[in-house]
């Protein structure tokens, strides 16, 4: 296909055409491996969810405070990541961090 000859308008014509045919396929694919996906766990007598569920952590909930800055309590630290910078000073202090335990 020569596109040179093509004007502004019909290149994105094409474009979008192209797009849509992308998108099409895409969903085309994607539905034909859920029903191979479906039919080898039926094949097996496994449910799809029994397959879908292993391997995979629940999200649970917040993270309990463990740390809390003793001048200013609306600061606080569940002593998981990175730690806050307020954290940081009190041990570059020479301060004991435990002394921060709620």
């Known amino acids: 296909m020569d596109l040179s000859g093509m004007s502004l308008s019909e290149l994105r014509t094409l474009q979008d055409d192209i797009k849509k045919q992308m998108k099409k396929r ?6 034909k491996a859920r029903e191979q996906i479906l039919a080898i766990a039926q094949s097996v007598g496994v449910s799809v969810k029994d397959l879908v569920g292993t391997g995979i952590r629940a999200k649970t909930g917040t993270v309990a405070v463990r740390y809390r800055n003793p001048d200013d309590a609306s600061q606080q630290w ?3 990541g990175r730690q806050p910078k307020w954290v940081k000073e009190w041990t570059d202090a020479g301060k004991d961090r435990e002394l921060l335990k709620v």
Do not use: V
């Not at 895409?26 to 539905?31: A, G, K, M, V």
């Open 26 to 31: 895409e969903q085309d694919d994607l539905s």
């Open 78 to 80: 569940t002593g998981r």
